[in-house]
């Protein structure tokens, strides 16, 4: 069963801090990693995406992926309370790469 | 930017009710999905679809069928609603294989009582 494991949370920094959320995968060919913001009760929204190993900066978020130990990471700089939201991490799989594994989330809070 | 509509926000249903989840996307994209959403649980695929008229089993199908007649709807069919099928319905669509993200709908959360 390949998988996408993420600490559930929550994660709490305070306001203007650095957030920092992990996620590992299992399966060695996955290719493409995915990360998406989700509030509560409404739909993942995607905010990143990265191929290569090394970091790919977008405003105040940052994907880092490192594929020889399986794990890539979001940074969001000078986080905002309206940053808290639950974060979702996927992955594509073997089949066909059209059928992406997804994390549980890890839940972020950001205190003001 | 690529939108995916689904027809319903909330709905409510009766235990035994034939439900219909519709979803439509205007970018032309290939791969359409649906997927439930349960607290702890995250997101489990049910059905997903790569072509006209073509579906594959997701993760958990039992209860459920999909319907594709044409490219840009993917609708999900709950034959007789249970208690058990009470979550948040998740539509997404993926303009290319690997390269990109899903986008999703909006969500529909079903009640069944």
């Known amino acids: 069963q390949k998988e996408v494991e993420q600490n559930s949370g929550p994660l709490s920094v305070p306001e203007g801090a650095i957030a920092s959320l992990n996620c590992t995968y299992s399966?060695?060919?996955?290719?493409?990693f995915f990360w998406y913001r989700q509030y509560s009760g409404k739909s993942p929204e995607l905010i990143m995406s990265?191929?290569?190993?090394g970091d790919k900066e977008d405003g105040r978020f940052t994907a880092q992926l490192n594929k020889a130990s399986q794990y890539v990471s979001l940074l969001i700089r000078d986080s905002q309370p309206s940053d808290s939201a639950t974060y979702l991490c996927?992955?594509?799989?073997?089949?066909?790469?059209?059928?992406?594994?997804f994390g549980t989330g890890t839940r972020l809070k950001v205190l003001a | 930017d690529v939108k995916v509509t689904q027809s319903s926000r909330y709905l409510v249903k009766r235990t035994g009710e034939k439900v219909f989840l519709e979803c439509v996307q205007d970018?032309?994209?290939?791969?359409m999905f649906w997927y439930r959403q349960d607290p702890g649980l995250g997101l489990r695929l049910i059905y997903f679809?790569?072509?006209?008229?073509?579906?594959e089993k997701g993760d958990i199908p039992e209860g459920y069928s999909v319907s594709r007649e044409k490219k840009e709807r993917f609708s999900l069919i709950l034959e007789s609603a249970s208690t058990n099928q009470t979550s948040m319905y998740l539509c997404?669509?993926?303009?290319?294989?690997?390269?990109?993200?899903?986008?999703f709908g909006s969500g529909t959360r079903l009640t069944v009582v």
């Open positions: 970018m032309d994209h290939e791969n």
């Open positions: 990265i191929y290569s190993n």
């Open positions: 399966d060695r060919v996955s290719q493409s």
């Open positions: 679809s790569y072509d006209v008229k073509m579906k």
């Open positions: 997404a669509s993926l303009q290319d294989r690997g390269r990109y993200g899903y986008t």
């Open positions: 996927a992955v594509t799989g073997t089949s066909g790469t059209y059928k992406y594994i």
